[in-house]
């Protein structure tokens, strides 16, 4: 952006004179210089400290300019100018100027310790149940901002995570969007809001698209939201002659009392995509028993009883329609990422959105309906049973793949030859063969033997398969889902688990406080090793009081720590001896 | 596990089909001979062939299909529900029996034989050929039938795995599992790396006994409770497994190896193509050579 410098009288006040002088302004900052090098009137602000700026009509008397810095009171810069050309130039350099600001996030840093949302201040004392603040704060081990420095980001992730959720449509019906009327005169009013006028295009496609159609070529923004809103008063106030009169006259005001075709278009399509073995054509007019039903009971809308006339064409947006719509849209949810501002930019966004997701469909629709019908009408006995697709595994060489076995000879492998020696003579196949059916020669011809087992032997036997028993039914750390803490004693269990935090949170502190850079972080991790080592020597205590029965997982869940603890020790020793042998 | 349609059929709960694969390898055999602890082809016959006799006692719908394999080949032994209809034997006849066709599938073994005459080392037995023999008899049995009993395999293996069978095994034991096979396995040699893996992923239960002349107390206690019944009973757990696995470039055991990310195979070296499959693992975008090796690596689980 360039640079701004024009002619301007500042006026402190605005009843004075004002001080001739040359207005210059840049991205950030502007300045005032008088004319007269005595005058002590100089200014120079920056940007970040103007609220917003005030002017004077075009043609007004005086040619005005202020940068508001207090929005409430209304102090401000005042300028004036010698021309309109001049002062409109200065105060769209100004809007933009101020306009860039607001996007980009405060530069003004927000104060660390003194002010603690109440977010945070929850967080802090979630935390402060856990012992560990007041085991190392209070002891002496970390200060204060150490402790919760490390924390702030988790609370950071959950604010993220709180802005992040897209708001939806609002579930309040249209029918909300009421004319208000004053008692003296006979004025209505409508009060539409971006918000609104969202929500009404998107549930009255026709209206979007006369929007489209009209309103920067035909009629003003204006004149076409008084024309919906007449519209909208007439169809609420059963008006139907005046509505029939007024629609003949005016051809834009009957888009709005018109029954919705676009609407009416997304319904047949809905219907298309429906089963197609479905009878739609007889269910079809079931969609208007509802109108028969208010015709004989009335349903009550808008605290008027709907029993209108139902020849009217205008009055055939029953309530059931306009129901199912609403919901309909409700449930699509917000598609825009537009800013909801400008009326027009949200319109055409809408009409994106939807050519968007309305793309190619109708192409498809007919192909996939037909597809769609010779699925439902398939006759079971005449069709090939359906198969999942798969791939088949495509082997390259099935002959090695599948004939291991051929390879099967007499290999001599390294595994599994130990202990299997046959006493060092080399034992022939044949013999081998020989002296099996021998034995079974024998097994024929004698019978099993009587008993079948020496009774010592079978009680060996079975001691050995109960202790088995017994020993896989203690077996613990198999089975992913019982926990080694869980069979612990819930003292133990508690106390170790403390440890494990109080271990967590000490390392966090010592490797971050690498590499030590300033003496204040060297005291830091001495006393950081202090804490560590007492802990060293608890969880040993731990170790040895545990009963025998547990001593085993406990004094491994104890090793892990240990070893992270071990790491940091190691770490310590080797970062001061290289510091040693450095002073050397 | 259950997916497939032939296992919606009824099993008949207290009624099983025990499909026993024995291990007759003559030279295991012959070395435990020689092992002052252990027990010879005989005794093993003593201890053995009550068992079976006691499983078709303990329900007169028992059925027990024996297989044996050996060096060379493998084979149906004996099948109760055959005999059974020719009026079945129990007792010593029915011992005489199987003895009988046992020596005759090791006459047929040895005469299958080809390679070397003797060796110092034991040579593996046909654990894969037998494994399938009973699955197929068991899927015969699924089909053939409405209701049919809960079926198990016992495999009582004497001989070492055979790496280069790891293939085969791994197949045969994920087509037990899938149609929920259980497979026991009593080891009565070295600890079989097969058999731990085939009775961890089936839910069978696998010994190694301590006593071998106590073998028919084990036997009875463990492998002759029915499927149905193990679900009251405390049966040993074995307090590991052995998961390492065979390459299929070399077959030998491995417990870290590399893997074709696309079917899966297992390979002691790197390969620039995977022999299974043929993918081929040099892309040409790989410029960093250490990377994709890490990537590859994987650590197969060796409790």
């Known amino acids: ?584 | 596990m259950d997916n497939e349609s032939t296992l919606s059929t009824i099993y008949s709960e207290d009624v099983s089909l025990m499909v026993v694969i024995l291990d007759i390898n003559p030279l295991f055999w012959t070395s435990v001979n020689s092992n002052t602890n252990s027990l010879t082809f005989t005794k093993f016959m003593d201890q053995f062939l009550p068992l079976l006799n006691s499983v078709l006692l303990l329900n007169q719908l028992n059925e027990i299909v024996l297989i044996a394999h050996g060096i060379n080949s493998c084979g149906y032994i004996y099948n109760s529900s055959m005999e059974n209809r020719r009026g079945g034997k129990r007792g010593p006849a029915f011992f005489a029996e199987v003895s009988e066709k046992l020596k005759e599938f090791m006459e047929a073994d040895c005469l299958h034989r080809k390679g070397a005459k003797s060796t110092s080392t034991i040579v593996p037995s046909l654990l894969s050929g037998s494994l399938s023999l009973a699955l197929c008899y068991i899927q015969r049995v699924f089909r053939s039938r409405p209701i049919y009993p809960r079926p198990r395999i016992l495999c009582l293996q004497g001989s070492p795995d055979g790496p280069e069978q790891y293939v085969a095994v791994m197949n045969a034991i994920f087509s037990a599992q899938r149609s929920s096979v259980l497979i026991d396995s009593c080891v009565l040699g070295l600890n079989s790396a097969f058999l731990q893996q085939a009775s961890h992923i089936t839910g069978g239960v696998y010994i190694k006994p301590q006593q071998l002349d106590g073998l028919f107390q084990c036997l009875s206690m463990v492998f002759a409770t029915d499927v149905q019944s193990r679900s009251f009973l405390q049966l040993p757990k074995p307090a590991g497994v052995d998961f390492r696995a065979s390459c299929f470039c070399h077959k030998t055991t491995i417990s870290m190896g590399y893997i074709c990310s696309v079917c899966l195979s297992i390979f002691c070296k790197r390969h620039k193509k995977c022999s299974t499959c043929g993918s081929d693992f040099n892309r040409p975008n790989s410029n960093s050579k250490s990377s994709p090796v890490q990537k590859s690596k994987r650590k197969l689980d060796d409790r």
């Open chain 1, 1 to 584: 952006m360039s640079i701004v410098r024009k002619p301007a009288k500042y006026k402190p006040a605005i009843k004075e004179p004002g001080i001739p002088g040359v207005l210059l302004m840049t991205e950030d900052k502007f300045a005032f210089t008088p004319n007269d090098p005595n005058s002590n009137a100089n200014l120079d602000v920056e940007f970040r400290s103007i609220k917003g700026h005030k002017f004077s009509k075009d043609g007004s008397k005086q040619i005005l300019l202020n940068l508001t810095y207090d929005s409430q009171k209304g102090g401000g810069y005042i300028f004036e100018f010698d021309n309109f050309a001049n002062r409109n130039f200065c105060r769209d350099y100004v809007g933009t100027v101020l306009g860039k600001l607001q996007c980009a996030p405060s530069a003004v840093p927000p104060s660390g310790h003194t002010s603690l949302s109440t977010a945070e201040m929850e967080h802090r004392m979630k935390l402060l149940s856990e012992k560990l603040h007041m085991q190392f704060v209070i002891g002496g081990v970390l200060t204060e901002s150490e402790f919760w420095a490390t924390r702030k980001n988790l609370l950071e992730n959950n604010s993220i995570k709180a802005t992040k959720q897209k708001t939806g449509l609002k579930n309040a019906i249209l029918a909300d969007f009421r004319p208000l009327t004053d008692g003296r005169t006979n004025k209505v009013t409508f009060s539409l809001n971006p918000e609104i006028i969202h929500q009404i295009f998107a549930e009255k496609p026709a209206v979007h698209r006369a929007y489209l159609m009209h309103v920067p070529s035909k009629m003003t923004e204006k004149d076409f939201w008084r024309k919906y809103c007449r519209a909208e008063y007439l169809y609420r106030t059963k008006n139907s002659i005046a509505a029939t009169a007024e629609a003949a006259e005016d051809e834009e005001l009957a888009i709005f009392l018109k029954h919705d075709d676009i609407l009416a278009d997304e319904i047949r399509r809905k219907i298309r995509r429906v089963d197609p073995t479905l009878d739609m054509a007889a269910d079809q007019g079931d969609d208007f028993v509802h109108l028969s039903i208010s015709d004989d009971q009335g349903i009550v809308r808008d605290g008027i009883n709907d029993t209108g006339d139902i020849e009217n064409e205008l009055s055939k947006r029953s309530l059931a329609q306009d129901l199912n719509r609403h919901g309909a849209v409700v449930l699509e949810g917000r598609t825009l990422d537009v800013e909801l501002g400008d009326t027009r930019t949200v319109a055409e966004a809408l009409a994106q959105s939807k050519k968007e997701s309305s793309f190619n469909s109708d192409a498809t629709a007919q192909f996939e309906r037909l597809d769609r019908f010779s699925h439902n009408a398939e006759i079971d006995d005449l069709q090939e049973p359906r198969k999942i697709p798969f791939a088949p595994l495509c082997i390259k060489d099935p002959q090695d793949y599948f004939d291991f076995q051929q390879a099967n000879g007499v290999r001599a492998s390294s595994d599994f030859s130990f202990g299997m020696k046959s006493d060092g003579s080399k034992m022939s196949i044949d013999e081998a063969y020989k002296i099996i059916i021998a034995e079974l020669d024998e097994v024929i011809k004698n019978g099993i033997s009587d008993p079948i087992m020496r009774p010592e032997a079978a009680l060996k036997t079975f001691n050995w398969l109960n202790q088995q028993v017994s020993s896989s039914k203690y077996h613990m750390g198999k089975n992913p889902q019982d926990s080694v803490l869980d069979s612990l004693p819930r003292d133990t269990k508690a106390e170790l688990l403390h440890h494990y935090r109080s271990v967590e949170e000490l390392l966090k502190h010592f490797w971050a406080s690498y590499p030590i850079t300033t003496s204040y972080l060297h005291a830091k991790v001495v006393k950081l090793k202090e804490a560590m080592s007492d802990i060293y020597l608890k969880l040993e205590m731990i170790k040895k009081s545990v009963k025998s029965e547990y001593r085993h997982s406990v004094s491994q869940l104890v090793q892990q720590m240990h070893q992270m603890l071990d790491a940091a020790f190691q770490h310590y020793d080797s970062k001061q001896q290289e510091s040693c042998s450095e002073e050397d």
